[in-house]
């Protein structure tokens, strides 16, 4: 029987549904999978980008933990696609690749005064609270004003950490080090930035209500912004999302602590809808001093323009949640202007010519971009593995699928891989870490110290 030696690399949501999906299509070959992980930990983004106080969330590693201990996956962690191994290694070794290689970088903002200091991407914050090992441990919260620009789900997951009191994560998976940051934060009020209207926001429900419930934090709107135009109108009355956002807004709107008067929390977390950051104005020591944004006003077809009217609000940190984007990899075709691999369903294709790279396929947000949920890489996933068995004929010859070949390449080039046995190692290290302090586990954040534990050394 023919049979499909394939590599996927990222162990992503992507990346381990679509070994999943391939493993249980209906197909006229045998497959035998290998999983490249540059981390020494699987997930991606799950582990590494979901907040640590959405633990129903962080679950969906159960499921993707039942798909690699099924045992018919094999995992090579601390393997960095691009550095320890290369496209040719893979022809050579492969029929096929995946690249479900996500997004970790921030996309770009180019206002006048991003580059101050105390300016941040949303995904180096995130990857600091998340214990990311390839991030600075240290981060400091000394402004007590600081400005979130956004109005994804990600803008109110950077937003909330910021506001909320360190010992409120206390029961998560927070490393240490992040417990200590957030501790000494100094931070008052959170001000949120949104271009659009209350109607037009892409955040959720569920993460605006969550706003609402944090201890000692009061919420802030602004009664100005809620002067609707005829398409907001129609989005709240016509859209059940919209109408429940409307609705917990609403309620806000008569709390005390409206407009700053009569709240009685030591922090404060501000909602400025039609406000377009325009400028980050910095102090003689070039630090983000202000924030200067423009007020706008509905276009009437659920867009925005700008009034004119700039106003100005002292902050001392800036965090841009304005998108993830993925980045190149060695020697596969690459989109810089929408940072994703080209492809159609999945099928990749060269950049100039439009012609199927044979052989090579991508799948979740490096396929599609950074946005939707991980359950959007499931459906992903399973176009991509379709098109890929029904390739069959185009898949490559490789001179050596034997499955030894791959530790043996990856030993001769001195790479400390890690395998599940190890993952389940330092899955119950951090486990253990954290039993004693009644949470469910402590993440280790060191790439070294993940690679010893993992290698049982
Ligand atoms: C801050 C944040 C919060 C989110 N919260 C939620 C939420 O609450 N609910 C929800 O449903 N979705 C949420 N999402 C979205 C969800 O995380 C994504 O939909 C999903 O993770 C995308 O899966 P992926 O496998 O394509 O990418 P990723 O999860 O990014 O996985 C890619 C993997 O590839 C690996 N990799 C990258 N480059 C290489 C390389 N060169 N060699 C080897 N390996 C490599 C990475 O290390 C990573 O493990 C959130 C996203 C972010 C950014």
């Keep these: 029987m023919t049979k499909l030696r394939l590599a996927i690399v990222g162990a992503g949501p992507a990346g381990i549904y679509a070994a999943d999906i391939l493993l249980k299509t209906e197909r006229s070959f045998d497959v035998s999978i290998d999983l490249f992980e540059q981390l020494p930990a699987p997930y991606g983004l799950v582990r590494y980008g979901v907040a640590p106080d959405h633990p129903r969330i962080k679950g969906v590693i159960n499921a993707l933990r039942d798909v690699l201990d099924r045992g018919d996956i094999r995992i090579f962690g601390n393997v960095r696609f691009g550095e320890d191994i290369t496209l040719d290694d893979l022809k050579k070794h492969y029929n096929a690749v995946i690249f479900a290689t996500g997004a970790i970088r921030d996309s770009a903002l ?100 969550e706003l609402g419930e944090l201890r000692d934090v009061d919420m802030v709107v602004y009664d100005e912004d809620f002067d609707y135009d005829e398409a907001s109108k129609d989005a709240v009355a016509s859209n059940k999302q919209v109408k429940v956002i409307d609705r917990i807004l609403q309620q806000w709107r008569t709390r005390p602590s409206v407009n700053n008067a009569g709240g009685e929390a030591s922090r404060r977390l501000h909602l400025h809808f039609w406000a377009k950051p325009v400028e980050i104005k910095k102090d003689t020591d070039g630090r983000v001093a202000a924030i200067v944004y423009e007020r706008t006003q509905p276009d009437g077809s659920g867009g925005v323009t700008g009034t004119g009217e700039l106003r100005e609000i002292a902050i001392g940190q800036m965090y841009r949640a304005v998108g993830y984007f993925g980045s190149p990899l060695k020697d596969v075709p690459f989109d810089k202007k929408h940072g994703v691999i080209p492809n159609r369903e999945g099928q990749v294709i060269a950049k100039d010519s439009n012609q199927r790279v044979p052989g090579i396929y991508a799948t979740g947000w490096i396929k599609r971009g950074p946005v939707g949920l991980i359950g959007h890489t499931k459906s992903d996933a399973m176009e991509t593995v379709q098109h890929l068995v029904n390739d069959q004929g185009s898949w490559w010859q490789p001179e050596d699928p034997s499955e030894a070949a791959i530790p043996a390449l990856l030993e001769s080039r001195g790479v400390q891989w890690t395998d599940l046995d190890g993952w389940h190692r330092l899955d119950e290290h951090e486990i253990a870490l954290g039993g004693p302090h009644d949470r469910a586990r402590i993440k280790v954040v060191p790439r070294d110290e993940m690679v010893r534990i993992s290698r049982g050394e």
């Excluded at 979130?148 to 080090?177: Q, S, Y």
Aim: hydrophobic share 45%; net charge negative; glycine share 8%.
């Design 110 to 209: 180019d206002i006048p005064g991003i580059d101050a200091e105390g300016s941040f991407g949303a995904a180096d914050f995130v990857s600091w609270f998340d214990g990311h090992p390839d991030v600075p441990r240290e981060w400091t919260l000394d402004a007590e004003s600081v400005a979130v620009l956004g109005n994804g789900n990600v803008a109110l997951d950077v937003a909330r950490i910021l506001a909320k009191h360190a010992e409120d994560l206390l029961p998560t998976e927070i490393p240490d080090n992040v417990h200590a940051g957030l501790e000494a934060s100094k931070i008052t009020d959170v001000h949120v930035f949104g271009r659009r209207g209350p109607a037009q926001v892409k955040f959720t429900p569920l993460e605006l209500r």
